[in-house]
């Protein structure tokens, strides 16, 4: 055969070995020995083939060659794994050693077995240390080094200044205050008067349009932080404290209103409700202080 042949060959050989690895779980060991015996025999006469043309000199050949023995190899210890022949037989160790002793009695047959079992204990397994034998000394003392204590620089402090939030914290704690005058005197008069309060009356001062400015804007705060409720009371806009249940129903959704204010509605207001003094007393000098 040539080269091309002989790597065909190979192929087949090597689907032959895959099917008996199939075939391991189910077929007999003995067979499957056979088979793996069969493949050998046959790899062995394509080599021979190939020795004998090509002087065995393609690589490839080479290559197949040791995977079909490989496979083989492989196929034989799977065998062998399934097979209940290759578990330890006490009766094939019995034949052995009677083989070995004999039936003679006496001390001449056991002399036998005991030579055979010192000629095997005699197989050392372990090698002799070329370095001998260590002496052993205690570990080297490891140096602390000394650290040098790093004498304290005192720093000089500037001028003591007063901090801005001081001042911050002021002005807002003084318009808290005026914020909880103007609620308490809105409460008053809800109090007086048994109902709501019209909001422009509330607001406006008929001596000062910007006083009138300012009241809405601390009302706004009231409103924004839900102390105060705007309502429609027979179609005039109205504001009054807001009650506790109101206060624990309220949620968190913001609300806006929009409200526009001139000078034409400031001097329509006083007309209306008749103004000759405002309703709510603040004291502008304290709120001129607290801004300054």
Request: proline fraction near 3%; charge should be negative.
């Amino acid at each position: 055969m040539d080269a091309e042949a002989r790597k065909k060959r190979y192929q087949e050989l090597m689907d032959q070995g895959h099917d008996l690895a199939l075939r391991t779980q189910i077929d007999n060991a003995v067979d499957i020995f056979q088979g793996v015996s069969s493949i050998l025999m046959q790899t062995n006469k394509v080599m021979m083939q190939g020795i004998q043309s090509d002087t065995a000199e393609n690589a490839t050949e080479v290559c197949i060659n040791v995977q079909i023995v490989k496979m083989s190899h492989d196929l034989v210890g799977a065998a062998l794994q399934r097979s209940e022949n290759s578990q330890f037989c006490d009766e094939e160790l019995t034949t052995a050693i009677m083989a070995l002793v004999g039936n003679a009695e006496g001390q001449k047959g056991w002399d036998a077995f005991g030579k055979a079992g010192i000629t095997a204990f005699r197989m050392s397994k372990h090698s002799p240390c070329l370095y001998g034998t260590f002496e052993h000394l205690p570990p080297a003392p490891v140096e602390k080094p000394v650290k040098e204590r790093r004498r304290r620089q005192r720093q000089e402090l500037g001028e003591a200044r007063k901090p801005e939030i001081v001042k911050r914290l002021n002005q807002e704690e003084a318009d808290a205050r005026k914020l909880q005058d103007v609620m308490e005197q809105l409460k008053s008069i809800c109090v007086e008067r048994g109902t709501s309060v019209p909001y422009f009356e509330l607001i406006t001062d008929p001596t000062d349009y910007m006083s009138t400015v300012d009241n809405a804007f601390r009302i706004s705060f009231l409103i924004r932080d839900g102390a105060v409720v705007l309502e429609m009371v027979n179609g005039v806009l109205c504001a009054r404290p807001t009650s506790e249940g109101e206060k624990r129903s309220s949620n968190d959704d913001n609300v806006q209103a929009m409200l526009s204010f001139n000078c034409a509605q400031w001097k329509d207001s006083i007309k209306r409700f008749r103004l000759q003094r405002p309703l709510l007393s603040v004291d502008r000098e304290i709120v001129e202080r607290s801004q300054q």
